[in-house]
């Protein structure tokens, strides 16, 4: 079985400056790890994925993740946010084989201060 | 090219009332899955259909069903509601299946739906 934990369920910050969105993931086999962002009123947009290669993801809008298999960790950043970076964040994990279906975690709010 | 439609946005019901939600997934795509979204439960899976056939389901009642049509289109029908039933109903589609590299989903915009 595999499961995903998002360690902060909010994280507040100021405009421009950097910010990471923690993930942690378990898995017994390799795994297929993607984020989402989650704007108000709105669906969840793929922001990037990794499937394999480079452990350095990177997204749409200024994001990037690393995969790191040793600590199952696909942590999210971003240099310099902006105001409009504010929204749901999630990440989510797959197997390669079996179902399709990925498991998402719980979700960080991004909260970004002027 | 056109998104993931969901309609409708908006819905409200009354207890024990029944519910249809429609899907259309992006042109192509033959995998739909539907999605719950609450504050305190997250996202949780619902049902995948595939090709008119259902190919994984989450943990719900039956009270939760779901379809999928020719054209892909899919429905979600949830009989006897309950006010537990409030949420964010989310559907995605993708072209996964068999060996297609993952592309990840595209989600609707999510029917918004409460139950008095």
């Known amino acids: 079985a595999q499961s995903v934990t998002q360690l902060d369920s909010q994280v507040p910050v100021f405009e421009e400056a950097p910010v990471e969105l923690r993930c942690n993931y378990s898995?017994?086999?390799?795994?297929?790890l993607f984020w989402y962002v989650q704007y108000p009123n709105q669906g969840l947009q793929l922001l990037l994925k990794y499937l394999s290669g480079s452990t350095l993801v990177k997204g749409i809008n200024g994001f990037e993740a690393e995969f790191n298999k040793s600590q199952t960790s696909f942590h999210l950043r971003k240099p310099s946010v902006h105001i409009s970076d504010t929204a749901e964040y999630f990440c989510a994990v797959r197997s390669p084989g079996g179902s399709y279906i990925p498991t998402f975690g719980r979700g960080t709010s991004l909260i970004v201060h002027p | 090219k056109a998104g993931v439609t969901q309609t409708p946005r908006y819905l409200i019901k009354t207890r024990g009332q029944q519910v249809t939600l429609s899907c259309s997934p992006i042109s192509g795509h033959r995998s739909v899955s539907w999605y719950q979204q609450t504050p305190g439960q997250g996202l949780q899976f619902l049902f995948e259909y595939f090709s008119e056939t259902q190919r994984n389901k989450g943990n719900f009642p039956g009270r939760f069903s779901g379809r999928q049509f020719s054209n892909s289109r899919s429905e979600m029908n949830v009989s006897t509601l309950e006010l537990g039933d409030s949420a964010l109903y989310l559907c995605a589609s993708s072209l996964e299946g068999g060996s297609i590299s993952p592309i990840g989903y595209t989600f609707g915009s999510g029917t918004r739906l409460t139950v008095v």
């Open positions: 898995s017994s086999v390799s795994v297929y």
